[in-house]
């Protein structure tokens, strides 16, 4: 398996949480060093919404700071996104990225895999 694939999205009143998580790709195919989550509303441009790279730093946007955690289970494979506090802003398609690349940036042409997007709903 290449393509990550994402799950855990869904409907929520403003204020609550949910917790999305990603498949990411086997190691025996690809080693995802960076990962990140990126949201997409309409057609708007996607954007970044975490990263995190291969000393699990995280990187967020400025919109979600203090509201969303990124974080990796490397036993599992498997790339997480809490979100928390959430607005009806947040409501988007929210995708999983992964580069073979050691640093995360916020581009979309940094990422070769993408998954098909989970969607996200905040009702107010």
């Known amino acids: 398996q290449v393509q990550p694939v994402e799950s855990g999205g869904g409907s929520v009143q403003a204020g609550g949480s949910l917790r999305l998580s990603c498949a990411l790709p086997?190691?025996?195919?690809?080693?995802?060093?960076?990962v990140a989550w990126f949201r997409q509303t309409g057609d708007n441009e996607r954007e970044g919404v975490a990263s995190?790279?291969?000393?699990?730093?995280?990187t967020y946007a400025e919109s979600v700071k203090g509201r969303f955690t990124i974080s990796r289970d490397s036993a599992e494979n498997t790339l997480y996104l809490q979100m928390d506090s959430l607005k009806p802003d947040d409501t988007a398609m929210y995708y999983c990225?992964?580069?073979?690349?050691?640093?995360?940036?916020?581009?979309?042409?940094?990422?070769?895999?993408w998954g098909q997007g989970t969607q996200v709903t905040v009702a107010s």
């Open positions: 086997d190691y025996s195919t690809v080693i995802a060093h960076c």
């Open positions: 995190m790279d291969d000393d699990d730093s995280p």
């Open positions: 990225a992964a580069t073979t690349a050691r640093w995360c940036l916020f581009r979309l042409d940094w990422y070769p895999y």
